[in-house]
């Protein structure tokens, strides 16, 4: 069974700041299918990116996925105080088992 | 517009069953697979099950395995969650969401509450 590892588990950074998140999966996998979303409080997920470097439907351009094998990062470039939340990453598509990873938070510093 | 409504959650004791419903509109519901996600309070997102657009294909985690069923119903535009034999383990919020297939999970229902305590 792949696991999907994101580090770091909280990032604490300030409005206006560039974040990189990372995915790292336990073998390689194919990068049509990495997703990653957004969880606000109380919210259901939201789709970010998918196929690695896809962005969903009205995902603003700040927001780029990259990488593959079993190195994927979700780079958002200037942070918006609406953007502090906590990420997801998945693999899903060609395994019956949709893994997500444990999360990243990303927080006000 | 695509919405996802699910329902049937609450409180049950150990042991105990019982169904959610996700009723889909505003998307051809027969051309899509549907999956079940869940998020334990304070924790993250685990996959559950997953069901194709025929029915033909069914995946549940093993955590879940040989307890819940799912299913969906074409007619009603509905996908179920049977839950069997529940546990304290299960409480979580759990959620639909739509599979489009490469391009992930691209729509999520607002999530149900299961509570299983004695």
């Known amino acids: 069974e792949i696991v999907l590892t994101q580090s770091p588990g909280t990032l604490s950074l300030s409005p206006g700041e560039r974040a990189t998140l990372s995915c790292r999966a336990s073998e390689s996998i194919s990068s049509s299918y990495l997703a990653w979303y957004q969880q606000k409080p109380g919210q259901a997920p939201r789709l970010l990116i998918y196929g690695a470097s896809s962005r969903a439907t009205g995902i603003p351009d700040r927001f780029s996925g990259s990488g593959s094998g079993t190195d994927f990062t979700l780079t958002i470039s200037r942070l918006e105080p609406e953007d502090f939340a906590v990420y997801y990453c998945q693999l899903y598509g060609s395994s019956p088992r949709y893994t997500f990873g444990q999360g990243t938070k990303l927080e006000i510093k | 517009e695509v919405q996802l409504v699910e329902s049937g959650g609450g409180l049950v004791k150990p042991g105990w069953s019982l169904r959610l419903s996700c009723a889909a509109s505003?998307?051809?519901?027969?051309?899509?697979?549907m999956n079940w996600v869940r998020q334990a309070p304070g924790k993250g997102l685990e996959w559950v099950s997953s069901?194709?657009?025929?029915?033909?294909?069914?995946y549940y985690a093993d955590s879940v395995k040989g307890r819940f069923t799912i299913s969906r119903d074409t007619a009603k535009n509905s996908v179920y969650l049977q839950m069997n034999s529940l546990r304290a383990e299960d409480s979580a919020v759990y959620y639909c969401a739509r599979d489009a297939r490469l391009v992930a999970f691209d729509h999520w229902g607002q999530g149900t509450l299961v509570t299983v305590s004695s």
């Open positions: 505003g998307f051809t519901f027969s051309a899509y697979g």
């Open positions: 069901i194709s657009s025929t029915s033909t294909y069914i």
